[in-house]
């Protein structure tokens, strides 16, 4: 994310970011306006007070520190998934689901669960944005539909998506 911040002094100095006494971020003056950018991670959810600090400039005096509050939300998430391989045999064959989890700003961590039904077929631990699953050998022949579902974090809230799985004979 990024915090968007005006200025009276036009393209003078820069405007640092701070929450307590760490610094989330620092932007030059363009214009009137500074974008600083937040990293994804940088606040958690919830509430904060942020300190605004102009630098001043050659010309401008330094801008007494100025408080906002800012509220930031939970980052959505959504799911993309693989099977493999492409043949998969009842009561043989163990198929893998490659899920990445899609978040902005940050890479996801946290756990997808692999669901036919209400019975669990696999889960795994997302590490990077990135989980593969193996999956329960498939009693019977037929299209079944496992359902993934990411679990969320302290930073992005949980998704699912359901895909096909096809078992030959």
Known sequence: GALQVEVDATGIGR????????????????????????????????????????????????????????????????????????????????????????TSGFKATGRVTAKVGKKTVGKGTVRNGKVTIKLKKFAKKGTYRVKLTYGGNGYANGSTKTIKVKVRK
């Open 15 to 102: 405007v640092d970011a701070y929450v307590g006494t760490r610094r989330i971020g620092a932007a030059n003056v363009s214009g009137t306006t500074a974008s600083i950018a937040v990293a994804g991670t940088a606040l958690r959810p919830g509430a904060h007070t942020v300190t605004l600090r102009h630098s001043g400039g050659t010309r401008v005096n330094p801008v007494a520190a100025v408080n906002t509050r800012l509220t930031v939300r939970k980052a959505a998430s959504s799911l993309a998934a693989k099977v493999s391989p492409k043949k998969i045999r009842a009561k043989r064959t163990k198929a893998k689901v490659a899920v990445t989890v899609r």
